[in-house]
């Protein structure tokens, strides 16, 4: 697996709906200002400030200052963890069932 050096888990900065909108939102533009990005949901600047910040700490999300305005954009290298993890589960799982079918196969005989 990928080393992950940041404050918080991947899977835990994508555990709550508004963030993973807030991920797809910054995967569709190359950059949000937080004003823009606010208006986008039905909670307060902090609350989505928030949000971000659970982002930025799980690497997702990186901001710089533009004047009095700070922009976000989103650093997708931390979401190869998710498919790496699905695919040895799946492959886990399809071992497993295999085995279970072949167990089952053999009884009917």
Known sequence: MIENNHLR?????IADPNRRRMIRLLAEAEEIPLHELTEQ????????????????EAGLVLDRKVG????????????????NWVAFYS??????????NQLLEEEDL
């Open 68 to 83: 009095r305005e700070t922009r976000f954009r989103l650093n997708a290298s931390p979401l190869i963890e998710i498919p």
């Open 41 to 56: 949901f039905q909670m307060a600047r902090t609350a989505v400030s928030k949000h971000l910040t659970i982002l930025k």
């Open 9 to 13: 888990d991947v899977y835990d900065a």
């Open 91 to 100: 492959k886990f799982w399809g071992t497993h069932m295999f085995h279970l």
